[in-house]
């Protein structure tokens, strides 16, 4: 740690060695450096050299510019510059002048160099708890900045306030948890320039997160183009299941927005899954002290990730839990099956959620309807789905469906093979 830089401005020529000898050692020591300038204009010349000056010691009466001139300069150049001006003792007008521009202290000749001694100090000791301070502040900008990739800006505010949410730790709670990955990445990423990669995926991820963020989400992870997010945490939110499906439907709707764009481009992107969970997970940050994870485990995140790639098999692009569909007053959307996910021991009922225009749609109440034989068990189903499939063979969830029961299939119980 450098010794503290102190500039004195005095053009009387043994000043220099008087400072020297009456600190000399703290000099020797190296707890002091003195930095010497003939009168203002070369005192800033002098600082605009030496950017580790600490403090300003200078006398008033000074040929080509004055110290009062000098703490104009100063105010304009070196704000952050704490100036102790030197007086003739009894020049009351010239020390109200100085401390009106902003000198932090003043002592009167002829110098007493205890009381010098003192006020350097004193002088010294308010430049670093300043610049603490600013650090301080800096720092506390930084994890705002950091905070701000992960959170969304409701909760980066919060966490300012109160940051004892993200201490070390870990505890149950209820969330909801979202997973989302891109298909057919790869292959692209494969055949294309890696400028067009990193520009697809940068603007894709973008939006992906701007989504989450927008409704109340934190984002965990992002590995390539999958991102995993958690509704609920750190902030209590009793709406989070409705926050995660609302955000669902907002990431399919600007997914497809941005792979329409793309194609006019002659670039084909897949379509975006999506999986959503909700139930109790360890959630805190893990990592230690030295890396910063927030993170969530347990069955609860583990079943959001699979019903992500649960969408593969059974045509949908979002795949809702029935434990997020339950905690949704009035949640709108299409039963898909009950679904034994590879590695679980009990299935969980799912849904394709739906906007307000394509819950009202006929195709919906139709689809409905033949759901509820396949449900029953009733044979009639096979004739149901495949009138669906007449009307709008553009229904990859109700020719799922159709497969299964001309497969030799019937019921929703569902035992997905990956």
């Known amino acids: 740690m450098r010794p503290p830089r102190i ?8 000043v220099e060695a008087l400072i020297a000898q009456s600190f000399r050692r703290k000099i020797r020591k190296k707890e002091i450096e003195f930095v010497f300038a003939q009168d203002g204009k070369h005192a800033l010349e002098v600082l605009a050299q030496d950017p580790d000056i600490d403090i300003v010691l200078s006398d008033i009466n000074m040929p080509r510019m004055d110290g009062l001139t000098l703490l104009e300069r100063l105010n304009e150049l070196h704000s952050d510059l704490k100036t102790v001006i030197v007086s003739a003792y009894g020049d009351m007008r010239n020390i109200r002048t100085a401390m009106n521009r902003g000198a932090f202290d003043f002592i ?64 149950w709670r209820d969330a909801t948890f979202l997973f989302t990955d891109l298909t057919n990445f790869t292959p692209l990423v494969e055949s294309s320039d890696p400028e067009v990669i990193v520009r697809i ?75 959503v969970n909700t139930g109790q997970a360890i959630i805190g940050n893990f990592g230690g002290k030295r890396f910063f994870d927030y993170t969530a485990y347990g069955d609860a995140v583990n079943i959001a990730a699979r019903l992500e790639d649960a969408n593969k098999e ?50 919906t109440a139709t689809y409905q309807n033949a759901f509820a034989l396949l449900e029953a068990k009733d044979p009639k189903a096979k004739q149901a789905f495949a009138a669906l499939m007449g009307q709008n063979d553009d229904d990859p969830l109700a020719a799922y469906h159709l497969g299964r029961i001309l497969g030799g299939e019937i019921g929703c119980e569902i035992t997905l093979s990956r």
């Open 314 to 363: 059974v045509g949908t692009r979002i795949c809702v839990s029935e434990s997020a569909a339950e905690k949704i007053v009035g949640f709108q959307g299409r039963p898909i099956g009950t679904l034994l996910l590879k590695g679980k021991t009990q299935a969980v009922r799912c849904f394709e959620p739906l906007s307000m225009t394509q819950a009202d749609d006929r195709a």
């Open 7 to 14: 500039l004195v401005v005095d053009d009387e020529p043994d």
């Open 201 to 275: 995926l940068n603007d894709y991820l973008d939006g992906v997160i701007e989504t989450i963020f927008a409704h109340s989400g934190t984002v965990m992870k992002i590995i390539g183009d999958a991102v995993q997010a958690t509704f609920g945490a750190p902030l209590d939110d009793p709406d989070h299941a409705a926050h995660a499906v609302a955000c669902a439907l907002a990431i399919d709707q600007f997914a497809e927005g941005f792979r329409a764009d793309l194609l006019t481009q002659g670039i084909e992107l897949g379509s975006t899954r999506v999986g």
């Open 108 to 171: 009167t000749k002829p110098i007493e160099f205890d009381d010098l001694e003192t006020t350097i100090a004193k002088t010294l000791a308010h430049v670093g708890e300043i610049r603490a301070l600013q650090t301080s502040r800096d720092e506390s900008e930084r994890a705002r900045v950091t905070l701000s990739r992960y959170f969304s800006p409701t909760v980066v505010e919060a966490l300012a306030q109160d940051p004892d949410h993200l201490e070390a730790s870990g505890i």
